[in-house]
């Protein structure tokens, strides 16, 4: 479906995909947010459902291809000078609650909800935000806050400039790290206190509930 409006014209798409166990959802994202969410009803079937508005759709090349033990989702834009809205995809992807999900965007906020297993996520440009997500997790943005909200698992979080929140109960024995060039750092933990937490900011204040180690 095409519209168009005063300032730009944008194509909706909508597809449901049935998926085999041990399949990775991967998003390459030029530009445009970034949405995953778990569905508990996907878990017997195995289906992930894509939706997307893709803004000034002849200059963005949108695919969706399941190979290679992928589910992968590309949005090509092209770049240059565009007057008013520039071309980008808004993708949101749900997902059974076990389906390791990568991510990667040069511009654009990321939100992952609910996912139980292996994430990991990179922007350029844009804010992180992870909720309900247990497993090994790494998040990454060159500028942009990162924030996580009643998780577990193990976490690696890194921001160019932006504030790290870290909220979680952490794997006993796994590699937790929060590192800024510029921001603070918030880390409130639950659970086993047999963890360690590697915080370091450039520029900003730590704060914690918990003795950390710091740099």
Do not use: H
């Amino acid at each position: 479906v095409v519209a168009c409006s005063s300032d730009v014209s944008t194509q909706e798409f909508s597809e449901t995909y049935t998926v085999a166990a041990g399949t990775v959802l991967v998003v390459d994202n030029d530009n445009g947010k970034v949405t995953v969410e778990t569905d508990d009803s996907a878990s017997a079937t195995g289906t992930v459902s894509v939706e997307a508005t893709i803004y000034r759709p002849d200059n963005v090349d949108f695919t969706v291809v399941e190979a290679n033990d992928e589910l992968k989702i590309v949005a090509d834009a092209d770049s240059g000078i565009f007057i008013g809205t520039s071309p980008r995809a808004d993708v949101t992807v749900r997902v059974p609650p076990g389906m390791p999900v990568t991510i990667d965007t040069g511009n654009g906020d990321v939100e992952v909800t609910g996912i139980g297993a292996t994430a990991d996520v990179d922007t350029g440009n844009g804010s992180v935000t992870l909720t309900s997500v247990q497993g090994d997790v790494k998040a990454a943005t060159g500028n942009g806050s990162i924030t996580v909200k009643d998780s577990a698992g193990s976490f690696r979080l890194t921001s160019g400039n932006g504030s790290i929140s870290l909220q979680a109960e952490l794997q006993k024995g796994g590699t937790n790290s929060a590192t800024t060039g510029n921001g603070g750092i918030t880390v409130e933990l639950s659970g086993d206190r047999d963890v360690s937490v590697d915080a370091e900011t450039d520029n900003g204040k730590i704060d914690s509930d918990w003795t950390l180690t710091t740099t």
